[in-house]
């Protein structure tokens, strides 16, 4: 079974610096690795994923995340991020299951506190 | 192409009694998935549904189930409601050999 761990329950910054989410994993096989955004009272938005080749990973509203499969780690960075980051960010491992099924396994979260 | 659509988008119900959420996927997604997202457990995997067959099933009791439609369109069904079982049920459609996950914006479910 695979698990995630999303290493801060909140992280505050202040606008136009950079940020650091972290997020690591456990797996035996190989994994497909995902970060979503969700900003209040709605959905999951898929920022990136990394699912075979380069590490570095480069995602929509300037976030990039580099795979690290020694350090089994997924870290999301922003180099100056915006209020408008302000939201929960989640780390994802895809887990390919019987009869070709794929569930998502989610860490607890973090969440971006963007202030002036 | 319009994305995941759920309904209802908010939902009261009281212990004891049964409810019906509804998703309709991506135009030509055949697989659908659901979530539960709670506070204190965070997003569950609850089933996956593909060509009107659930192919996997998360580690929820018997009293939630779904269905999928010809049109892959899905609901899902939750009986004796507990208030534990408030919470955002999300539903996410995928298209066919890919890995990626599109979610609707979900159904808050408040059991009073």
């Known amino acids: 079974a695979q698990s995630v761990t999303q290493l801060d329950s909140q992280v505050p910054v202040f606008e136009e610096a950079p940020v650091e989410l972290r997020c690591n994993y456990s797996?035996?096989?190989?994994?497909?690795l995902f970060w979503y955004v969700q900003y209040p009272n709605q959905g999951l938005q898929l920022l990136l994923k990394?699912?075979?080749?380069?590490?570095l990973v480069k995602g929509i509203n300037g976030f990039e995340a580099e795979f690290n499969k020694s350090q089994t780690s997924f870290h999301l960075r922003k180099p100056s991020v915006h209020i408008s980051d302000t939201a929960e960010y989640f780390c994802?491992?895809?887990?390919?299951?019987?009869?070709?099924?794929?569930?998502?396994?989610f860490g607890k979260g973090t969440s971006l506190l963007v202030t002036p | 192409k319009a994305g995941v659509t759920q309904t209802p988008r908010y939902l009261i119900k009281t212990r004891g009694q049964q409810v019906t959420l509804s998703c309709s996927p991506i135009?030509?997604?055949?697989?659908v998935s659901w979530y539960q997202q709670t506070p204190g457990q965070g997003l569950q995997f609850l089933f996956e549904?593909?060509?009107?067959?659930?192919?996997n099933k998360g580690n929820f009791p018997g009293r939630f189930s779904g269905r999928q439609f010809s049109n892959s369109r899905s609901e899902m069904n939750v009986s004796t409601l507990e208030l534990g079982d408030s919470a955002l049920y999300l539903c996410?459609?995928?298209?066919?050999?890919?890995?990626?996950?599109?979610f609707g914006p979900g159904t808050r479910l408040t059991v009073l």
């Open positions: 996410a459609s995928r298209p066919s050999g890919d890995n990626e996950q599109f």
């Open positions: 797996s035996s096989v190989s994994v497909y």
């Open positions: 990394y699912l075979s080749g380069s590490t």
């Open positions: 994802a491992v895809s887990e390919r299951r019987s009869n070709s099924g794929y569930a998502l396994n």
């Open positions: 135009s030509g997604h055949r697989s």
């Open positions: 549904y593909f060509s009107e067959t659930q192919r």
